[in-house]
């Protein structure tokens, strides 16, 4: 088999898992808000819901989409030019990828519970997941531009990468002033699954397509 024909599929197959990670990750998350009524999901972070009924259903999807991730980094570095901008992106999108995965193995602590060991591994891979990934968005459309396959979608990236940093600000602040820091922390996480369900789409899609 050829190599033309060899590097996209497999380049799909990875769009695939990184599809798939995507879409456990939002259906837990809705499933986990119709069930958990009593959750504050203005106040209360996505976290937070480790410790509601059927938490283990969002540590496991958390763990999906950490692995789904990782997937999506393979395809990007398979689907882009060797270069630098190429290196930096896969390496901050794949460390975020791995602070995903310690977010779901390491659950924050319950509320009212004094902080443990867990609990402060738990908020910094969240937090160091969610500047790396956005460091990766920008990265990636650099990335893009230079590439004759991905040239014409730099903008769409671009655009949700500015969604990313004006959400990931406004979470920031809202943790600050303490106003609705669960809704905010909700919106810059739906940023960020639209660019991966966006880039998946990229990858899966046929090369003549792109």
Request: charged residues 10%; glycine residues 10%; positive net charge.
């Amino acid at each position: 088999m050829s190599t033309e024909t060899t590097i996209p599929s497999s380049l799909r197959r990875y769009g695939l898992l990184g599809l798939l990670g995507v879409l456990v990750l939002m259906t837990s998350l809705i499933v986990l808000h119709l069930k958990n009524t009593g959750f504050d999901w203005m106040r209360d972070y996505v976290s937070d819901m480790a410790n509601e009924p059927l938490g283990w259903l969002f540590v496991g999807a958390v763990l999906v989409h950490g692995l789904g991730n990782l997937a999506l980094t393979l395809g990007l570095r398979g689907a882009l030019h060797p270069g630098r901008l190429r290196t930096w992106a896969v390496v901050l999108f794949g460390l975020s990828a791995v602070g995903m995965l310690l977010t779901g193995l390491f659950p924050v602590d319950p509320p009212g519970q004094a902080a443990s060991l867990t609990g402060r591994i738990h908020r910094s891979a969240a937090g160091a997941a969610f500047v790396l990934e956005l460091g990766a968005l920008f990265v990636f459309s650099a990335a893009f531009a230079r590439h004759p396959r991905w040239r014409r979608h730099r903008a769409v990236s671009l655009v949700l990468s500015v969604s990313a940093a004006v959400a990931v600000t406004a979470f920031a602040i809202a943790i600050l002033v303490s106003i609705a820091p669960g809704l905010m922390e909700r919106t810059a996480l739906a940023v960020f699954l639209a660019w991966e369900l966006w880039v998946s789409f990229q990858l899966i899609r046929p090369a003549w397509l792109r």
